[in-house]
């Protein structure tokens, strides 16, 4: 084979190019070959979207467009393809290409990190189909992920690209439908619109070059990198005959697997074939037989050729096509089925892997071919897909040298039926918990089995063909046989507590839960043929959603900037690409790039550590540690570079220093550090109480108010319960980065970093270079999202980076990679809270006295702050009379949390909803009515502090807001409509909540709550605002130019911000505490005030001349057009340790209802909306709404936004994100393909938005109020939602109801015997655990003590096994038969088998009453 450069297009460029590295990735080739940075590198393993690119080639004479993750795309892979990036489609300089203007219009773009990456989703959909339908467009974002927005406006903005939402542009009169989806802002009120749907430049939609459409895209290429070689065979001889010269060669197909195995687990493959020209691998054909699909194949491919079959030729023998098409659905992104192959797929061999169940239920069959070397021409074997096809894990039968050829997949027979499960933890672009598929067929004419498999994945170290299927073919598919098939499947697939993978007990009830799912299929599809009795169609429907609507209402009348829905003002830069992060900015001379070598153990001394390994790698400058600090290493009570012991995984311990990042980082993976652990380990809440692991600096925070004890004894009714929220990852998309460039021989520092605190920067690195602060100057563009993450946690590594700046006088720069970071930077804080609360039989509660213990990570950081807002807000908006709560930072040894939007104030509301959702629960009364009972109305004292500040005055507004929520969400028609829908859906149930909030606005510390501010005008008119506030996509910079033309009255335009630095604004207060628009606007308006009292004498003579004139005079006449300005909250009093006096500003309220449905079966869930409108009367019908309080706001569409995405990032916390460790305190949840944030397809199908209308701060900035934190607890909606779904089934007096709700959580907490069973018998030993370990077990635990726990597991090991399968028949037989004598007989088995077991019945009345299912009781 001839070796040949490699040759593309880039926008329309040619690229050619015989040197690369064919290891480098298509994203590291732009990004640092060509300079093109507008493509995002957001985790690096195709899960967040940041980096998508459409990369076109021609094929059968058409070009083909797709989008393709350039974080995982080899650059050879694109070999004779043309590649567009957003730079390609637009720019602000000269027109912006359609979708990046909708976005702009729409305000889809906030921090705007995701944003490059979902405009070319939506460019590459639009030049496939440039009409798309709705789900088109949701199914092309599916591998998109945006942290900030919460989607809406990103999906409204698109749907003007469908049919339906498409502006008339003939009659300029609207959308086709008549519903436009930009509210006010239609074509109607803003003809400009149209222009959307004129052609764009020819620059913008790039032509395919006519060089690729002539050039021969199968021909051979072969490149030899440094270290590796690229093979491009282009017949399947060449192909086969690499195989067998390069035993060791890897096959890459889409590269989504070895490209993470590469990156991540630190693989390196020497041979790389890339089989893309091989004709044979890349067939697809379909007949009546069978579908065959090259092993090439791509997965968006065959999903394509298989709906085009089934479409030609429809009939009940496609039920395995439908099947694969159904899975893929739900398998990755786009752009991760746009290259990945069924081959890739199935050579995997990853227990996990959502195709090898379907191939292995339907009976699909391997075709390996192998060179033959006598022969010279290609050998071929067939295999079977069945249980002897994986070896072990991630092993096949594939012979050495060989390789797979194609699959092929029969089709099943016609009176058979087919179907395939996938459940995990989100819906979307996740992998799988466990997947299932299931056959079955019959004898002619009869319901005797003829062929039944039923294969799983994710019950072991590779999917696996149940066993347990094969006794039942000859025998008729009954009841009976559920009953049998269930009981056989959970002693087949009985997972061990320590199974690996974690989700034990979940994942036991999915094995059956998946029967169940595909038997009532069945039944429900024979009983159309009237062979059995009848199965509902509601109860073998999917989950599914309606498309999205949005509504969102603010209502501000404003004659100048402010109150203004201006446009953020870098969206447009954001949305083409052209705005510059910290890793965009250009690379200098000699500039070196940080290697971290960062703690793998949790507590362990550090014994030696040996750099030599990676000193000797070429390029490599030499290293930088704990010895190279000329300040002081040690910072409070953290280290820059770790230097005898760690305390978490992920701390720094030092740097190798290389002329680029892909040495830098290899290298590092060289350096040896020798550890000797430290017992204990401590990683939950749990242990360190158990251990006493106190934090040593942090005071036990206490509040009292009363005599909570008394009232307590006094009380007509008492619970004592317990709460907990687990922790949160950040996910901002921009990861911690750093960037120093020594001056004047390092007597000087200029750093940039993506930190919210540049003060606290500045500060860190003079400490660490042994240098004044006035040597540092410490500058942030834009942050790619900051949410608390980078307050108080970048300053270790920006300081590290300065170190080594220093060290070796050249510019340094680090951008961590996304799990360096997860690892590094620490999360929300989790809370366990325990309390007893006494209350009346109204509900009216006396006492309140909670017990909060909070994982602070292994260091202090702020977590006292934290834990101080935690006890603030354990009130909610509650009057607890006699209150008392005390607070713990428990330290560990996970990374050290921090800040995080609400600091610490959702855990503590989190307390008190708990208790009222409890007391609601132990009087049977609405909970929304022991809400009203125990709101703080005006007149009220709060609990702190004893001054009348604290006493509640019209400014309290949270029942009217309350009130008018409800009245606009209507939540008693909502649950009786609810109410009728649970009374006939046994497998799903509805459920909705109205939550309140109640968030105070200023920092804890009094001295941050203050603000600068420099204005400054230059002689041609033009101002510069600078002030001490980071923007992070919250639309700061926006507000703060909108002051700024107010109080100048100079149009918007005319106002500029470039950047936040410690020298325009010095000591500023961190961008934090939804109170940055507060200290720099005020700031920045009397800075504005002092220059026009400046300018008033030339307005008073001549009022008539422009601004630009008028500054001009001013010059001519030296009067100073610079003015800066200080500004501190007045009457904040707060001290935090006496706790006392004023601690908040004011507050911001807020009302959250939403209305979802579960699926029992899986814990599935949805954000519904109601489907018969008729039904209820409804003109609107609603499944979230949310009203916020801003007061009155400066800019409802930014703060619109603010409200959406912190909803999101509620919901994500209380529903979805997890983090998880291993027991020895490594994070297993390092990524977006372990960690899951809220996804496209994850936002209420319907959402509205509105602001409350009264304007009621009097302290506020133009009486507006603070919107970043508030609006997170809204995500609480959605989590007491799901709580009153469950409460439905869950027999429990009282439910506990933990945060995170997880798929997982709400399936166990179900309540029916299966789960129950389950989660009492793996609740502890689960190789994964969270934070916080399973809690039933837990209080059971300390109930009975090790001794009597001992006894229990024995008791309900045996338990486990008998009342599953009875129950679960009770519960079937109830359920789906009408036939009284079906009935019976199913009493009989129950008493039948009750009798063979005593141990059974006494069992069933020591375990909790969720043992047994409601459905159950109900029997006769
Ligand atoms: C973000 C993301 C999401 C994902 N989501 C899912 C999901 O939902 N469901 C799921 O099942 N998987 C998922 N995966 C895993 C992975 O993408 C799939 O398994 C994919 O199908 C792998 O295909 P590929 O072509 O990219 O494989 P590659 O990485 O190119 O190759 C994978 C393996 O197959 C071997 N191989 C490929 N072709 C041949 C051949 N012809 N003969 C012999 N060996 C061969 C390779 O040598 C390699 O060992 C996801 C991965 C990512 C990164
Ligand atoms: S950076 Fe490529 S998908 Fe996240
Ligand atoms: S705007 Fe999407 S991540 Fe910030």
Not at 94 to 111: A, D, I, M
Not at 677 to 696: C, G, N, R, Y
Not at 707 to 722: G, M, N, T, Y
Request: charged share 25%.
């Amino acid at each position: 084979m001839e070796e040949g450069p490699l040759v593309f297009f880039v926008n329309g460029k040619r690229v050619q190019d015989a040197k690369v590295d064919p290891e480098e990735t298509l994203l590291y080739y732009l990004r640092n070959t060509l300079k093109l940075c507008g493509t995002k590198l957001g985790c690096g393993e195709g899960g967040c979207g940041a980096c998508t690119v459409m990369v076109s080639h021609f094929k059968d004479g058409k070009v083909v467009h797709r989008a393709v993750n350039a974080c995982l795309a080899p650059v050879m892979s694109v070999h004779l393809c043309a590649v567009t990036t957003v730079e390609g489609i637009g720019s602000t300089k000269t027109k912006l290409h359609k979708v990046q203007r909708v976005l702009v219009e729409n305000h889809g773009s906030q921090c705007g990190f995701c944003t490059p990456g979902i405009v070319m989703s939506m460019y590459t959909l639009l030049r496939t189909n440039p009409v798309p339908t709705e789900h088109m467009i949701e199914r092309a974002l599916q591998g998109n992920l945006c942290r900030c927005t919460g989607y809406r406006p990103i999906l409204q903005g698109f749907k003007m690209f469908t049919a339906e939402g498409r502006i008339d542009d003939e009659n300029n009169n609207g959308p086709a439908s008549g519903v436009c989806a930009l509210g006010d802002d239609c074509c109607k009120n803003n003809p400009s619109w149209i222009s959307l749907y004129t052609p764009d430049d020819a620059s913008q939609e790039p032509i395919f070059p006519p060089e690729l459409k002539t050039a021969n895209f199968s021909a051979p290429l072969l490149l030899a990198g440094p270290r590796a070689t690229w093979f491009r065979p282009a017949s399947l001889v060449d192909f086969l005959k690499l195989r067998m010269n390069h035993p060791e060669s890897k096959v890459i197909t889409g590269n989504t697997e070895c490209g993470v195995e590469t990156k991540f687990g630190g693989r390196f493959y020497p041979k790389l074939i890339s089989p893309v020209a091989v004709p044979e691998l890349n067939v697809i054909r379909i007949n009546e037989a069978r579908i065959v699909a090259g092993a090439a194949a791509t997965l968006n491919e065959i999903d394509a050729e298989i709906r085009k079959f089934c479409k030609t030729s429809p009939g009940a023998r496609n039920q395995v096509g439908e099947a694969i098409v159904e899975i893929l659905r739900w398998f990755a992104g786009d752009q991760i089925r746009n290259v990945s192959a069924i081959g890739g797929n199935l050579m995997t061999a990853s227990p996990i892997s959502d195709l090898t169940p379907i191939l292995m239920a339907a009976g699909a069959t391997a075709k390996f071919a192998k060179f033959n070397g006598e022969s010279q021409i290609p050998e071929t074997s067939c295999v079977p897909i069945d249980a002897t096809f994986f070896t072990g894990y991630r092993k096949t039968v594939m012979p050495e040298t060989s390789a797979l050829l194609e699959v092929l997949i029969p089709h099943n027979a016609e009176n058979g039926f087919f179907r395939a499960y996938k459940q995990s933890k989100r819906k979307e672009d996740d992998i799988a918990i466990v997947n299932a598929a299931f056959l079955v067929d019959f004898e002619p004419d009869s319901l005797i089995i003829k062929t039944f498999r039923a294969s799983y994945g994710g019950v072991g170290p590779t999917t696996r063909l149940a066993k347990s299927a094969d006794k039942f073919i000859g025998l008729e598919w009954n009841e009976q046989l559920l009953t049998d098939m269930s009981e056989a499947l959970q002693s087949e697939f009985d997972l061990p507590a320590n199974c690996p993978g974690g989700f034990v007990a979940y994942r036991k009830c999915l094995v059956t839960s998946f029967f169940f799912k595909f038997f009532i299929t069945v039944q429900h599809e024979l009983s159309k043929k009237g062979l059995c009795a009848p199965v509902k169609d509601s109860d073998v429907s999917d989950l599914d959603r309606e498309p999205f609507e949005s509504i969102q209402c603010a209502d501000v009348e404003t004659s100048d900037a402010v109150g203004q829905s201006k446009k953020i003002i870098s969206g447009a830069k954001q949305c083409s690409g052209e705005a510059v992060y910290l890793d965009d900015m250009p690379k200098l001379d000699g500039e070196l790039y940080f290697g971290p070598v960062l703690s793998q153990r949790a507590h362990a001394k550090i014994k030696s550590v040996d750099f030599s390994a990676a000193d000797a790698v070429e390029g490599v400058a030499g290293h930088v540690w704990w010895k190279d600090v000329k300040g002081e290493n040690k910072i409070n009570d953290e280290e820059y570079f770790r230097q005898e012991l760690v305390t978490s995984c992920g701390q720094i311990i030092a740097g190798v220093l290389a002329v680029d990042e892909k040495i830098a980082r290899r290298a590092a993976r060289l350096v040896k550090v020798e550890y000797e652990d430290v017992s204990p380990i401590i990683v939950t809440i749990e242990d360190a109480i158990k251990h006493e692991s106190f934090l040593p600096n942090a005071p036990r925070l206490r509040h009292d108010r009363g005599d909570p004890d008394a009232a307590f004894e006094e009380a007509e009714h008492k619970i004592e319960s317990s709460v907990r929220m687990g922790g949160q990852e950040h996910f901002y998309f921009e990861t911690n980065a750093s960037y120093c460039i020594p001056i004047d021989n390092s007597d000087e520092f200029h750093l940039h970093s993506s930190c919210q605190n540049i003060a606290e920067g500045q500060h860190s690195a003079a400490h660490a270079l042994g240098v004044q602060m006035n040597h540092v100057k410490f500058d942030v563009k834009r942050l790619g999202g900051g949410f608390g993450g980078k307050e108080s946690r970048f300053h270790l590594l920006s300081s590290a980076v300065a170190v080594a700046a220093q060290k070796f006088n050249r510019p340094v720069r680090c951008m961590l990679d996304r799990d360096e970071d997860m690892m590094y930077s620490g999360g929300r804080h989790a809370f366990y809270s325990e309390y007893k609360v006494g209350f009346d039989s109204a509900g009216k509660i006396s006492s309140v006295a909670i017990n909060g213990y909070q994982n602070a990570g292994c260091s202090t950081d702020l977590s006292v702050g934290v834990l101080s807002r935690y006890i603030d807000h354990s009130i909610n908006c509650y009057n607890f009379p006699h209150f008392r709560v005390v607070g713990h930072c428990m330290r560990t040894n996970t990374p050290s949390n921090t800040a995080f939007r609400g600091f610490g104030g959702p855990q503590g509301m989190l307390v008190a909803e708990d208790i009222i959702s409890k007391v609601a629960d132990y009087l049977k009364l609405p909970v929304e009515e022991v809400r009203k009972t125990n709101f703080l109305k005006k007149g009220d004292r709060l609990p702190f502090g004893t001054d009348d500040k604290q006493i509640l005055t019209d400014e309290h507004i949270i029942e009217d807001l309350y009130e008018k929520t409800d009245a606009s969400w209507n939540l008693a028609k909502r649950r009786a409509a609810n109410e009728e829908f649970n009374k006939v859906n046994k497998f799903k149930k509805r459920g909705v909540a109205l939550v309140p909030t109640q968030f105070g606005i200023a920092f804890g510390l009094k001295f941050l709550n203050q603000g600068g501010a420099l204005v400054q005008i230059y002689t041609d008119g033009s101002v510069l605002v600078a002030h001490g506030g980071v923007e992070m996509g919250q639309g700061l910079y926006t507000k703060m130019i909108q002051i700024a033309s107010k109080e100048l009255d100079v149009p918007f335009e005319k106002i500029h911000t470039l950047e936040t630095s410690s020298t325009t604004v010095p000591n500023a207060s961190p961008t934090a505490a939804s109170y940055s628009s507060d200290i720099n606007g005020w700031a920045v308006k009397k800075a504005c005030e002092e220059l026009r009292e400046r300018l008033a004498p030339i307005h008073e003579t001549d009022p008539f001349i422009s601004w630009e004139e008028k500054i001009k005079k001013a010059h001519l006449q030296r009067i100073s057009l610079s003015a800066t300005a200080f500004w501190k909250a007045p009457d904040v009093t707060w001290d935090p340790i006496a706790r006392i006096g004023k601690r908040y500003n004011y507050y911001c309220y807020g009302a959250c209802g939403a209305d979802v449905e579960v699926d029992l079966l899986t814990g599935h869930h949805t954000v519904n909306r109601f489907l018969n409108r008729n039904e209820l009367n409804l003109i609107q019908v609603r499944d979230a709404e949310i009203m916020m309080d801003v007061g009155r706001s400066l800019n409802p569409a930014v703060d619109i936004g603010q409200v959406e995405g912190a909803f999101m990032q509620g919901v994500g916390l209380m529903t979805m994100e997890e983090e998880l460790y291993s027991p020895t305190g490594r994070l297993l949840t390092r990524g977006p393909g372990a960690y899951k944030i809220p996804g496209f397809g994850d936002i209420p199908a319907k959402l509205k938005v509105s602001l409350y209308d009264k304007f009621s701060n009097r302290h506020g900035l133009y009486h507006s109020k603070g919107v970043g934190e508030p609006p997170l607890f809204m995500g609480a909606g959605v989590f007491y939602a799901l709580r009153d779904a469950i409460r439905q089934v869950n027999s429990e007096p009282v439910l506990d109801w933990h945060s995170p709700a997880t798929v997982e959580k709400i399936r166990l907490s179900v309540g029916d015997a299966l789960s129950t069973s389950v989660s009492l018998e793996f609740g502890k030993n689960s190789l994964l655990f969270s934070i916080f370990r399973q809690n039933r077990r837990l209080q059971l635990r300390m109930l009975l003590g090790a001794f009597v726990d001992k006894l229990v597991d024995f008791y309900l090991k045996l338990f486990s096994l008998y009342t599953f399968s009875v129950v679960q028949t009770m519960i079937l037989y109830k359920n789906m038969s009408h036939d009284i004598s079906i009935l019976f007989s199913a009493i009989k088995v129950f008493i039948n088998k009750m009798a063979s077991s005593s141990l059974v019945c006494k069992m069933a009345s020591s375990t909790p009453s969720s043992a047994v299912h409601p459905l159950l009781e109900a029997l006769p």
